[in-house]
């Protein structure tokens, strides 16, 4: 009997050169995108769990939650915050290690230019807010705490 098919046109072993299954290649396909999914989702719960804890450190500080996630004007805001006549616009950024860099090294000019343009978007969506006193901060989530600093955009 010859190593081809029963049609006699295809090798019936892969080191002979026969195609791989279009059910194998799809197989394997799903293996990667499941496990890069996965990978998707836990950056993504991890970012989650960061604003959450900004969210915590600003209510234990007096804020309330006025919007978390909320999209404006194309843009996500990560946290609305309010204390008295201050409303604060908080954009959360988290680094797990010291070899991934600073988190505030991610706030660049073109994410303040996002986060002012979201704020607007969402300021006229919210008008009897308007009149507070508007203030940005970037919550740098780390190991060791949580850092805001105020005010990058001006």
Not at 48 to 66: C, D, K, P, S
Request: charged fraction near 30%; hydrophobic fraction near 40%.
């Amino acid at each position: 009997m010859s190593a081809t098919s029963r049609r006699g046109t295809l090798p019936l072993y892969a080191s002979a050169g026969r195609p791989r299954s279009t059910a194998a290649r799809s197989r394997r396909a799903a293996m990667r995108s499941s496990s890069q999914s996965r990978t998707r989702l836990s950056t993504f719960a991890r970012g989650r769990a960061a604003e959450r804890r900004v969210a915590w450190h600003y209510r234990l500080r007096g804020y309330r939650i006025l919007a978390r996630n909320v999209r404006a004007g194309g843009v996500e805001l990560d946290l609305i915050v309010r204390r008295g006549r201050r409303l604060v616009f908080c954009e959360v950024k988290l680094k797990e290690g010291p070899r991934f860099g600073d988190p505030l090294e991610a706030v660049d000019d073109w994410k303040r230019e996002r986060l002012r343009r979201g704020a607007q978007a969402w300021l006229l969506a919210n008008p009897s807010l308007s009149d507070l006193r508007v203030t940005f901060e970037f919550a740098a989530v780390r190991p060791g705490g949580i850092e805001l600093v105020s005010d990058l955009l001006y």
